[in-house]
């Protein structure tokens, strides 16, 4: 073989080389550390419902290598906001408070928002109209969570209902039990577990049973990616698109349903 056979060979050979290697590109996703069974911490890794829904998904993706990690729900809205965080998980899609998250993800989950309350707070009070019929009371949310609609927020600024913040569904359940709040607003299933959890731990009483009041949404989970005007993020056209395609077939195929099912028999 000439010296120009070997050259010829050598450089498609070494094309091929080029053109094989492919490296992955490594994203970070940011997830509320603080909203169990969905998304919290335990020993210092994230762990929860939308985690291995998000991870069986980046399994599906061969492209990127994401690392998920947790954050205060504020922190992580604020990271989107300013650019600094490329997407987080698993906000509501509120595009008119939040016009820094574009775009959102397919749905991931469909959650209830519901009211518990304590007993005594709704005795002889009617309960079914929100929030008229909760004028006076002082309703408990988890911080810089957008729940309840424009007439909720309309009743706070109108100094009908007092609103009390709190960092985790933990802080709130304890504000509620400690009666600091009259009534806790989030997810029925994230409201039911924290409780079910506390009186396992021994923090509250096993016979302590507020009562859910009423329910007043439902919504759905997505993954919310910054806006990025700047292209700061170059490959976030081509990674949406790969998501919701691995979303779609995590759910088509069965995976998702393995993975709910595995937490409801947790819970029963």
Known sequence: MSKWSLLLVWSISMLDSAFAYNPKVNVTIYGDDAYPPYSYVQKEKIKGIYVDILSAAFTRMPDY???????????????????????LFPPYYYSDQRPYISPYSEPILKEEV????????ITNRRTENWPADYHDLTIGVNEAYALGGNAFWQAIAQG????????SNRASMTNLYKHRIDCYMNDRLSILWELKLMKDEGIIEQDWTPVIATSVSSEHGYLG?????NNRFHFKEDFVLRFNQALKAIKADGTMDNILDAYRQAYR
């Open 65 to 87: 290598s994401v690392t998920i990690e947790p954050l205060p729900w504020k922190r992580g809205l604020k990271m989107l906001e300013v650019g600094e965080g490329f997407a």
């Open 160 to 167: 009908n209902i007092l609103l009390k913040e709190a960092k």
């Open 225 to 229: 990616y910054t806006h990025d005007p």
């Open 114 to 121: 519901v009211v518990m309350c304590r007993p005594e707070t």
